[in-house]
């Protein structure tokens, strides 16, 4: 899903079992299939086959697949998808990098395009994607940022997105115009706009500083807009460094956001659901967040107190920014890969009939599809602001702010979250940030990326 985090409780198993995968390229059974083979011979033989996921059990994309896959069923008695769900992001990277270094992994499985999935790419083990997808005649139907966000550094295609969304700050107008305050025209105006929230008694920004992924969305925001997607793809294998002029900027910007006290006091301790609520209740002024939350702030769902006052402001520029205002954080959430060792005309066959049937399945519960083939349905109870936020996922430009979690090496992104908790609350300087983690990315770097 969207909340891509590693944690320092996963990291020794996934560093050890990284380190087997790398011993074990070629060998054993792993990487048999041939990832441009996709269209293989063979007679249709029904079996069971399973999804390892990384997706909460009661959502959209389980929902639809499930009845997609009862659908395919009826027509190919014997057919059956047992989805394996993990929901929880770092138990799943876990039980998803043993299996690998097992060569035990089922004949789809959730990954981001993360230096451990390239590792899986480089040796064979994954079905490319792309090819797959282009001779099912479904590539064009996929919206490019979708494609685009699952993508390894090179431009290659091993992952199929099943989701799309768009990363906004939610604000409300009323607590705006309180504290006397306007939509920030630009990432410097944060800390002043953060300021005045703060004289008029406002807490500024909701963080959930408890998962840590959405303090981090904020580490990538500056150099997104200074240097452009292609800093992080630099940085994580030390071929740029925080101490350059784009770096610098970025982690003293962020030093600033916490000098204005724009989050929470107490934020490193707030889960997911307590800063959402902060602001749906009208406590807090912003909350960043996707369009997976529609139904919770641009429904009826939403307190009446505060549903008129609820708007949204996509991220702003910087001074001299080399990305458009419409490129920003639009993910496509964890992707599918497809085993090569296990592909055979079944899976692509079930391929073939789930993938041309989702869009119009998932599309009907309200959400974005990965695809511009279909329309959205807007809920019944849908505010105005819901069918706005629909209608601008058809204007999104090419460029990604990648969350960096899912491009850095795990050692080195655990030690971000740590490093950024402390900048926000002042118990470290901008340069000893700089400092820690330029060594931290130096060190861990070459072995992830050689």
Same mark, same amino acid.
């Given at each position: 899903?969207?909340?891509?985090?590693?944690?320092?409780?996963?990291?020794?198993?996934?560093?050890?079992?990284?380190?087997?995968?790398?011993?074990? @390229?070629?060998?054993?059974?792993?990487?048999?299939?041939?990832?441009?083979?996709?269209?293989?011979?063979?007679?249709?033989?029904?079996?069971?086959?399973?999804?390892?996921?990384?997706?909460?059990?009661?959502?959209?994309?389980?929902t639809?697949?499930?009845q997609?896959? +009862?659908?395919?069923?009826?027509e190919?008695?014997?057919?059956?998808?047992?989805?394996?769900?993990?929901?929880?992001?770092?138990?799943?990277?876990?039980?998803?990098?043993?299996?690998?270094?097992?060569?035990?992994?089922?004949?789809?499985?959730?990954? +981001?395009?993360?230096?451990?999935?390239?590792?899986?790419?480089?040796?064979?083990?994954?079905?490319?994607?792309?090819?797959?997808?282009?001779?099912?005649?479904?590539?064009?139907?996929?919206?490019?940022?979708?494609?685009?966000?699952?993508?390894?550094?090179?431009?290659?295609?091993?992952?199929?997105?099943?989701?799309?969304?768009l990363e906004?700050? =939610?604000? /409300?107008?009323?607590?705006?115009?309180?504290?006397?305050?306007?939509?920030?025209?630009?990432? +410097?105006d944060?800390?002043?706009?953060?300021?005045?929230?703060?004289?008029?008694?406002?807490?500024?920004?909701?963080?959930?500083?408890?998962?840590?992924?959405?303090?981090?969305?904020?580490?990538?925001?500056?150099?997104?807009?200074?240097?452009?997607?292609?800093?992080?793809?630099?940085?994580?294998?030390?071929?740029?460094?925080?101490?350059?002029?784009?770096?610098?900027a970025?982690?003293? =910007?962020?030093?600033?956001l916490?000098?204005?006290?724009?989050?929470?006091?107490?934020?490193?301790?707030?889960?997911?659901?307590? @800063?959402?609520?902060?602001?749906?209740?009208? /406590? @807090?002024?912003?909350?960043?967040?996707?369009?997976?939350?529609?139904? /919770?702030?641009?429904?009826?769902?939403? +307190?009446?107190?505060?549903?008129?006052?609820?708007?949204?402001?996509?991220?702003?520029?910087?001074?001299?920014?080399?990305?458009a205002?419409?490129?920003?954080?639009?993910p496509?959430?964890?992707?599918?890969?497809?085993?090569?060792?296990?592909?055979?005309?079944?899976?692509?066959?079930?391929?073939a009939?789930?993938?041309?049937?989702?869009?119009?399945?998932?599309?009907?519960?309200?959400a974005?599809?990965?695809?511009?083939?279909?329309?959205?349905?807007?809920?019944?109870?849908?505010?105005?602001?819901?069918?706005?936020?629909?209608?601008?996922?058809?204007?999104v430009?090419?460029?990604?702010?990648?969350? =960096?979690?899912?491009?850095?090496?795990p050692?080195?992104?655990?030690?971000?979250?740590?490093?950024?908790?402390?900048?926000?609350?002042?118990?470290?300087?901008?340069?000893?940030?700089?400092?820690?983690?330029?060594?931290?990315?130096?060190? /861990?770097?070459?072995?992830?990326?050689?």
């Amino acid at each position: 899903m969207r909340k891509n985090r590693m944690v320092a409780a996963a990291l020794a198993a996934a560093t050890a079992t990284a380190l087997v995968l790398t011993g074990c @390229a070629g060998g054993g059974s792993g990487g048999s299939g041939d990832p441009t083979d996709v269209n293989p011979d063979g007679e249709i033989e029904p079996r069971e086959i399973s999804w390892l996921l990384s997706r909460p059990a009661d959502g959209g994309v389980i929902t639809a697949m499930q009845q997609i896959a +009862d659908e395919y069923a009826e027509e190919n008695p014997g057919f059956a998808l047992n989805l394996i769900t993990t929901p929880d992001r770092p138990s799943y990277i876990q039980k998803y990098e043993t299996l690998a270094a097992a060569n035990k992994l089922p004949e789809l499985f959730d990954t +981001d395009a993360t230096p451990f999935a390239q590792k899986l790419a480089d040796q064979g083990r994954m079905v490319d994607a792309e090819a797959l997808l282009e001779d099912l005649g479904l590539y064009d139907d996929y919206r490019p940022a979708a494609l685009n966000y699952q993508r390894f550094d090179d431009g290659s295609l091993y992952m199929i997105p099943f989701e799309f969304q768009l990363e906004f700050f =939610w604000y /409300n107008k009323a607590l705006f115009e309180q504290a006397g305050v306007t939509v920030p025209e630009t990432l +410097d105006d944060f800390p002043a706009m953060c300021t005045a929230l703060r004289e008029a008694g406002i807490t500024p920004i909701a963080l959930d500083g408890q998962d840590q992924w959405p303090l981090e969305r904020y580490m990538a925001y500056h150099p997104f807009r200074t240097a452009g997607p292609e800093y992080v793809q630099k940085l994580k294998k030390a071929e740029a460094t925080l101490s350059d002029e784009t770096g610098t900027a970025a982690v003293e =910007w962020l030093a600033s956001l916490g000098e204005a006290g724009c989050f929470q006091e107490g934020f490193s301790s707030t889960g997911y659901a307590d @800063a959402q609520a902060a602001f749906t209740s009208g /406590n @807090a002024a912003v909350y960043n967040i996707g369009t997976w939350e529609l139904s /919770n702030l641009a429904t009826e769902n939403l +307190d009446p107190a505060v549903r008129d006052d609820i708007d949204y402001f996509t991220l702003p520029l910087t001074a001299g920014a080399v990305t458009a205002a419409n490129e920003y954080v639009t993910p496509s959430g964890i992707g599918m890969a497809v085993n090569s060792k296990t592909y055979d005309p079944l899976v692509r066959d079930f391929l073939a009939f789930a993938l041309e049937r989702y869009p119009e399945v998932y599309a009907q519960t309200g959400a974005l599809s990965p695809t511009s083939t279909v329309e959205t349905t807007i809920p019944a109870n849908a505010t105005p602001l819901y069918e706005r936020a629909v209608d601008q996922a058809g204007d999104v430009g090419e460029a990604i702010a990648m969350p =960096w979690d899912t491009q850095l090496d795990p050692a080195s992104n655990t030690r971000l979250q740590q490093e950024l908790t402390l900048l926000i609350q002042g118990e470290i300087s901008a340069e000893e940030f700089i400092q820690t983690m330029d060594e931290t990315i130096a060190e /861990n770097a070459p072995e992830a990326f050689k």
